[in-house]
């Protein structure tokens, strides 16, 4: 989502019109494009962001049981 969400707008800009389907289709060959390197900040991003999630939801039940 990170790497998307990072991209989304320029996809848009370099192809005027494009259904929301073509963006879609168009930011999954750009990722399958990336060497395993330019991915990693995104999978950092991915991961530091599940831990928080998993932390936040930690924290809702434990509210939520007392």
């Known amino acids: 989502m990170f790497?998307?969400?990072e991209n989304r707008d320029?996809?848009?800009?370099?192809?005027?019109?494009?259904?929301?389907g073509g963006v879609g289709k168009?930011?999954?060959?750009?990722?399958?494009?990336l060497t395993p390197e330019g991915k990693v900040p995104y999978e950092q991003?991915?991961?530091?962001?599940?831990?928080?999630y998993e932390q936040e939801?930690?924290?809702y039940q434990a509210q939520q049981q007392e």
């Open 10 to 20: 320029i996809v848009r800009a370099e192809n005027p019109g494009i259904s929301f």
């Open 26 to 33: 168009l930011l999954g060959e750009k990722w399958k494009a």
């Open 45 to 52: 991003k991915a991961e530091a962001d599940k831990k928080r």
């Open 3 to 5: 790497f998307a969400n």
């Open 57 to 59: 939801k930690a924290n």
